[in-house]
């Protein structure tokens, strides 16, 4: 299972954009990367998934370089509803099913 | 479409007892996996099953156990609980094609 290191927290003012980066350095070619939030007391929620390059949903974006040793969520314009705590996660739960492991996260706080 | 339903929300036993978690995953899918959220251990994967067999088992002991019925929900249970089982039980459901986990609230089981 790839391991992921990403900062265990970070700290932002509303209206700016944050970056999280995420270090996945022995990803499989399989393995999809994905960004989950989770607010105290409620399960995880999915943000953005991606395989390669650049994927841009409605709430965030997800870049990936080439390599795919790293991606970064990036978070435009952040609220302060956007405190919550963001995993990195990297992994396939097609086929052989759910092998998928949560890191630490980073706990991101956004202050007025 | 109703989502990932977890019963109960809260839960108090003691020592000794067990407990048994109940999971609804949303409709249509047949892959349920549970996770329980301690604050120093995080996130961590404690079983997955798929067409009521077990697909994929985390590193916990034979207290822990799990079963799905045929409508896929599912249940876990666990025997003679002690202290350090006090957590955040997850339960997250997917498609077998899709790459995306849907988690519940959680019961969050405390045990004295």
């Known amino acids: 299972l790839a391991k992921t290191t990403q900062p265990i927290s970070m700290d932002s003012y509303e209206g700016q954009e944050v970056n999280i980066t995420c270090s996945h350095n022995?990803?499989?070619?399989?393995?999809?990367i994905t960004w989950y939030q989770q607010f105290p007391s409620q399960g995880p929620r999915f943000i953005i998934q991606?395989?390669?390059t650049k994927v841009t949903n409605e709430v965030a974006s997800l870049f990936i370089p080439a390599d795919r040793k790293s991606s970064t969520l990036s978070l435009p314009r952040v609220s302060l509803s956007d405190t919550a705590v963001y995993y990195c996660?990297?992994?396939?739960?097609?086929?052989?099913?759910?092998?998928?492991?949560f890191g630490t996260g980073t706990q991101l706080k956004v202050e007025l | 479409k109703a989502g990932v339903t977890q019963t109960p929300r809260y839960l108090i036993k003691t020592r000794g007892q067990q407990v048994t978690l109940s999971c609804s995953p949303i409709?249509?899918?047949?892959?349920v996996s549970w996770y329980q959220q301690t604050p120093g251990q995080g996130l961590q994967f404690l079983f997955e099953?798929?067409?009521?067999?077990?697909?994929n088992k985390g590193n916990f002991p034979g207290r822990f156990s799990g079963r799905q019925f045929s409508n896929s929900r599912s249940e876990m249970n666990v025997s003679t609980l002690e202290l350090g089982d006090s957590a955040l039980y997850l339960c997250?459901?997917?498609?077998?094609?899709?790459?995306?986990?849907?988690f519940g609230s959680g019961t969050q089981l405390s045990v004295l």
């Open positions: 997250a459901s997917s498609l077998p094609t899709a790459e995306k986990l849907f």
């Open positions: 022995n990803i499989a070619t399989n393995d999809y």
């Open positions: 991606g395989y390669k």
């Open positions: 996660l990297v992994g396939s739960i097609t086929g052989g099913g759910n092998k998928l492991t």
């Open positions: 409709s249509g899918h047949r892959s």
């Open positions: 099953y798929f067409s009521e067999t077990q697909r």
